[in-house]
């Protein structure tokens, strides 16, 4: 199993540019959520999926879509780059468990700086 | 504010000590969970626990409920030790995670 994995690993944009992060699963995982990782802060919730075609948004969405057409890929679009979107971007599967009581397994990130 | 509190945020030791990393949380949780990410790296799961504690080699987890409170002790540190840990809790109400901002250690030959 490759387990999950994200494309590309660094990406440079300009302001106003739009572009999509990449993010597959290969565990068959219902759960599947994106992440920001800033200096100083926790990582905080984007938006998350808990099975195909369900998608919720989580801490801090503006500036993202996402989408979830089949169990295994759920990309992140930014539609409009701006200086506060660069960050360190994971994407992390689980399975679903009732009760919560689930490990996350996480993607090795992508590190998209927007100029 | 936070869910998760994590302390110390930057730790140095010397080879061969003994680490104690703490995690404080005010949320009722279905399990916590510890992390750990090297520089430039990846996310990689260390423990997930409810109650009790839980040893993977010279790691040890423990959590306590009522206090809402957990501890990563790491015995005979070594530099390849040296990365951070971050304190995460999953809650009952559905997948949703919070995460502590992480603890930086260096473990200095």
């Known amino acids: 199993n490759a387990g999950v994995t994200q494309t590309p690993k660094f990406q440079v944009l300009k302001t106003g540019q739009s572009m999509t992060l990449q993010c597959a699963q290969d565990?068959?995982?219902?759960?599947m959520s994106w992440y920001r990782q800033d200096p100083g802060m926790g990582l905080r919730l984007i938006h998350y999926?808990?099975?195909?075609?369900?998608?919720d948004q989580g801490e801090v969405p503006n500036g993202y879509n996402v989408s979830r057409s089949t169990t295994e890929d759920f990309p992140l679009r930014l539609l409009s780059a701006a200086p506060s979107q660069t960050s360190v971007y994971f994407c992390a599967s689980s399975y679903s468990l009732a009760g919560g009581y689930n490990e996350q397994f996480f993607g090795p990130g992508t590190r998209l700086t927007v100029l | 504010k936070n869910e998760v509190e994590q302390s110390p945020q930057n730790l140095t030791a010397q080879e061969g000590e003994f680490i104690t990393i703490n995690c404080s949380y005010s949320?009722?949780?279905?399990?916590l969970h510890w992390l750990q990410q090297h520089p430039g790296g990846g996310i990689v799961s260390l423990f997930m626990?409810?109650?009790g504690k839980k040893k993977h080699g010279r790691l040890i987890a423990t959590i306590n409920i009522q206090e809402k409170h957990s501890s990563l002790h790491i015995t005979a540190s070594h530099p390849r030790d040296s990365a951070v840990y971050i304190c995460a809790v999953s809650r009952n109400t559905g997948n949703q995670f919070y995460f502590g901002t992480g603890t930086s250690l260096t473990v200095i030959p």
């Open positions: 626990l409810s109650s």
């Open positions: 999926s808990v099975g195909a075609g369900i998608t």
């Open positions: 565990m068959n995982h219902e759960y």
């Open positions: 949320v009722g949780i279905s399990a």
